[in-house]
Nanobody, 113 residues
């Protein structure tokens, strides 16, 4: 299993970023996909989840209404559109597929003026 996150960067409060996670090594369309994040000095926390076909999504309360998870099963890729970013969204963001698959390297998101 390989998970390669990208799209992070430095953005001002109120700004937007779109994260991508390209995957390989498993049948992408058969797995629920999730995004997690880990802020400095804190434990990793779940952010969002999308079902296999993309028809159902759920979000942590802290990002609901601002973040949107989506997937493209033809590209084996999951996305996280992040709008109205806040300083507290600063973290390393990871995608997650099968439990046995481990974690990728993550992508750093920094929200600061």
């Amino acid at each position: 299993v390989q998970l390669v996150e990208s799209g992070g960067g430095l953005v001002q409060p109120g700004g937007s970023l779109r994260l991508s996670c390209a995957t390989s090594g498993f049948t992408f369309s058969s797995y629920v996909m999730s995004w997690y994040r880990q802020a400095p000095g804190k434990e990793r926390e779940w952010v969002a989840r999308i079902t296999t076909g993309g028809g159902s999504t759920t979000y942590a309360d802290s990002v609901k209404g601002r973040f949107t998870i989506s997937r493209d099963n033809t590209k084996n890729t999951v996305y996280l559109q992040m709008n109205n970013l806040k300083p507290e969204d600063t973290a390393v963001y990871f995608c997650k597929g099968p439990t046995y698959g481990g974690w990728g390297q993550g992508t750093q998101v920094t929200v600061s003026s």
